[in-house]
C-alpha cells in the first residue's frame, strides 16, 4: 500500500512499474500518460504533486473539481485536468470550461451537449469513448454493439475530436480480457488512444496497449469515501 505522505516516491514507484510492464512488451514509457486521480482529495494533497513536477490529474466529478481546481490550475499553467466520471448535459458547459481532456463521453446526449459547448467556448477537447466492455447494467458506457456506429456519429455527425477508447471492467473478472477487446476496438475503428488501467491494474493495461492509466489510490493513497 502507498504512503501518502510521500508523493515523490509514490510517483517513482508508479512510473517504475509504467516502465517495466512497457518495456516488457517493448514500448515507450514516454507513450504512456499517467494520469492521477485526485477525487476526494484536497488541494493540500494535490500540491505536492505538482511541485514533483506532475501534470495531469483526474476528477470524476465537476462539481468537486471546480470547488478544487481553478485555484490549483491558475498557479501552473500547464496543467491537464481529466474527467474521469461521468457526466450530465447540464454539467457540459462547466465541463468544457474546466476540463482539458474528457474520458467520459457514454450516449449521444452527451456527445451533442459536449460538441455544441466546444463550439460555443471556442475550446476542442480531445475525448474518449467510453464503452462498456462488460455489458454492466448499472455501468456508463457504450454498448460494444453500438460502439462503431456511435463513433462514427460523434465524427461525422457532431464533429468531436474522439482521439480514443476507455473502459472500466468489471471487478470481478480478469481485466486483460477486457483491455484486449478495447485495444481491437480501437484498431478496427482508427483510434490511438486508449484510458484503461487503474491502482490494481495498470500495469497490465500498459502490456495491452494503455496510453493514458488513470491512478488513484497508489499515489495518494487509501481514499475515505
Ligand atoms: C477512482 C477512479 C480511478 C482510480 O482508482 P484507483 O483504484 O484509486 O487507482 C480510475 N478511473 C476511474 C474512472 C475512477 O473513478
Known amino acids: 500500500m502507498s504512503d501518502s505522505s510521500n508523493p515523490r516516491e509514490n510517483l517513482d514507484s508508479v512510473f517504475g512499474q509504467i516502465a517495466s510492464a512497457a518495456r516488457a512488451v517493448s514500448r515507450?514509457?514516454?507513450?504512456v500518460t499517467l494520469i492521477a486521480v485526485s477525487k476526494t482529495h484536497g488541494a493540500d494533497s494535490i500540491t505536492p504533486f505538482i511541485a514533483a513536477g506532475h501534470r495531469d490529474f483526474g476528477e470524476n466529478r465537476v462539481q468537486e473539481a471546480q470547488a478544487k481546481w481553478p485555484a490549483l490550475k491558475s498557479g501552473t499553467v500547464d496543467l491537464r485536468l481529466h474527467l474521469i466520471g461521468p457526466l450530465q448535459s447540464n454539467k457540459a458547459a462547466d465541463a468544457v470550461a474546466l476540463f482539458d481532456v474528457i474520458?467520459?463521453?457514454?450516449?449521444?446526449k452527451i456527445a451533442q451537449a459536449l460538441a455544441a459547448e466546444m463550439v460555443r467556448q471556442n475550446r476542442r477537447l480531445p475525448c474518449f469513448v467510453q464503452v462498456n466492455t462488460g455489458r454492466e447494467p448499472q455501468k456508463a458506457g457504450i454498448d460494444p454493439g453500438d460502439a462503431e456506429v456511435f463513433l462514427a456519429a460523434c465524427r461525422d455527425q457532431w464533429n468531436l475530436p474522439v482521439v480514443g477508447l476507455m473502459c472500466i471492467p468489471p471487478?470481478?473478472?480478469?481485466?486483460?480480457?477486457h483491455f484486449a477487446f478495447l485495444k481491437d476496438l480501437a484498431r478496427r475503428t482508427g483510434l490511438t488512444q486508449l484510458s484503461m488501467g487503474m491502482s490494481?491494474?495498470?500495469?497490465?493495461?500498459?502490456?495491452?496497449?494503455?496510453?493514458?492509466?488513470?491512478?488513484?489510490?497508489?499515489?495518494?493513497?487509501?481514499?475515505?469515501?
Not at 28 to 31: K, L, N, R
Not at 103 to 108: A, G, I, L, N, P
Open 28 to 31: 515507450a514509457a514516454t507513450d
Open 103 to 108: 474520458h467520459t463521453v457514454d450516449r449521444e
Open 171 to 177: 471487478v470481478e473478472e480478469q481485466a486483460a480480457i
Open 200 to 225: 490494481a491494474d495498470f500495469e497490465t493495461a500498459v502490456r495491452f496497449g494503455a496510453t493514458h492509466v488513470r491512478v488513484g489510490s497508489a499515489l495518494f493513497g487509501p481514499r475515505d469515501i
